[in-house]
């Protein structure tokens, strides 16, 4: 089992910058990939960016260019570096993994954290 805690989240102005932070505990030697997800009130929630164990990144088109996960493996920790923000950013954002790589490639993903609120105002 793999327990994941986010921080980071805040209230900025649009065009402002903030790096989420989702700190891995438990067996967490056997992740197989680990993502941002975002739900804002009203609407389901969505993937934005994916890291697995090798280092491969995918990310949702309407971040492209403007987020940035990374991970750092000794620290167990994940990142979401994010930039250029707009109002629409604003949810809930929360960190997920899976040991399993077809739920990788699905986003079922297995653990989830609490999730930490970002909110954009224009």
């Known amino acids: 089992q793999v327990q994941l805690v986010e921080s980071g989240g805040d209230s900025v102005q649009s065009g402002g910058s903030l790096r989420l932070s989702c700190v891995a505990f438990?067996?967490?030697?056997?992740?197989?990939?680990m993502g941002w997800f975002r739900q804002a009130p009203g609407k389901d929630r969505e993937g934005v960016a994916t890291?697995?164990?090798?280092?491969?990144?995918t990310y949702a088109d309407d971040v492209k260019g403007r987020f940035t996960i990374s991970q750092d493996d000794v620290k167990k920790e994940l990142y979401l570096q994010m930039s250029s923000l707009e109002p629409e950013d604003t949810a809930m954002y929360y960190c997920a993994a899976t040991y399993t790589s077809w739920r990788c490639r699905t986003g079922e993903y297995n653990y989830w954290g609490q999730g930490t609120q970002v909110t954009v105002s224009s």
């Open positions: 890291i697995d164990r090798d280092g491969l990144t």
């Open positions: 438990g067996y967490t030697d056997s992740i197989a990939c």
